[in-house]
């Protein structure tokens, strides 16, 4: 069976209480062998670490959500620093910026933003950047920062123009594709990711969130990114195989998960 590597998904959240251990079960029946957990916020990045420390299929990501800035405590940022350094961690975030809920002032999230870039260079692990009605924002910052220094990450359920996907992988960032790519009315981006180069491509669920059709509107989970993958080989025109074994091997390459599984 093909190993697939959901790259995104919050198996620390409610939504998946008292059922964790079957989501991660039914995932790793499906193929869905690595899973990485990502944190919003100091105790969300905790739990993800503990998940990980847990599970042999899970690895975590820390960091401070856009949404989750304002109500960040001055010792969190310090704590999200030593966790980065924790070896089951393999990547900085979620941060980025999100002007559609508008829960954190702009400045404030551009201000976590440089932070987690900084400190993805200061441990060497990638960063995952959320970035929701802020492209251009989103864009003028990480140009910024890469004047500093080459920038190692990846923009987390893309959804931006061609033209944004181009910039991003300009930068050398990889694009990751979340169940958006197969609702309706999403033409422009399943083209932007049918378009993109094959070795820069991943794949996730961003579950409990973002369910993929044919499950679109339920609970999602990592088992479900298989219907992504799916409805990307058909738009790309190449076998489901193929695609499986590239996007996990530019996963590992990204994020690394150097042990065998057991
Ligand atoms: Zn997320």
């Known amino acids: 069976m093909d190993e697939l590597f959901d790259t995104h998904c919050h198996l620390d959240e409610d939504a998946f209480l008292n059922e964790r251990d079957d989501v991660i079960e039914r995932a790793i029946a499906l193929g869905v062998t690595r899973m990485l957990s990502i944190g919003t916020t100091l105790a969300s990045s905790q739990r993800a670490i503990e998940l990980a420390e847990r599970e042999l299929h899970v690895r975590a990501a820390v960091g401070i959500h856009p949404n989750y800035c304002s109500g960040t405590q001055p010792t969190d940022w310090s704590e999200i620093c030593q966790m980065a350094r924790h070896p089951l961690v393999l990547a900085v975030g979620e941060t980025g910026l999100d002007q559609y809920w508008k829960q954190t002032p702009i400045e404030l999230q551009q201000d976590y933003f440089r932070r987690h870039i900084e400190l993805s260079w200061e441990v060497k692990k990638p960063f995952i950047v959320h970035c929701r009605d802020a492209e251009p924002e989103t864009l003028l910052l990480l140009e910024e920062m890469s004047r500093i220094a080459p920038l190692c990450g990846l923009m987390h359920s893309f959804a931006g123009s061609a033209e944004t ?98």
């Open 165 to 262: 996907a181009r910039k991003c992988l300009e930068l050398g960032l990889y694009l990751s594709f979340s169940g958006m790519i197969t609702y309706k009315r999403n033409e422009a981006l399943l083209a932007v990711a049918t378009e993109a180069p094959l070795d820069r491509i991943l794949i996730e669920t961003d579950a409990p969130y973002l369910a993929p059709v044919p499950l679109r509107g339920k609970r999602n989970e990592p088992a479900h990114v298989r219907y992504t993958l799916g409805k990307l080989a058909d738009a790309r025109q190449i076998d489901r195989h193929e695609l499986a074994t590239t996007t996990t091997a530019n996963a590992l390459r990204l994020l690394g998960w150097p042990a065998p599984l057991a």
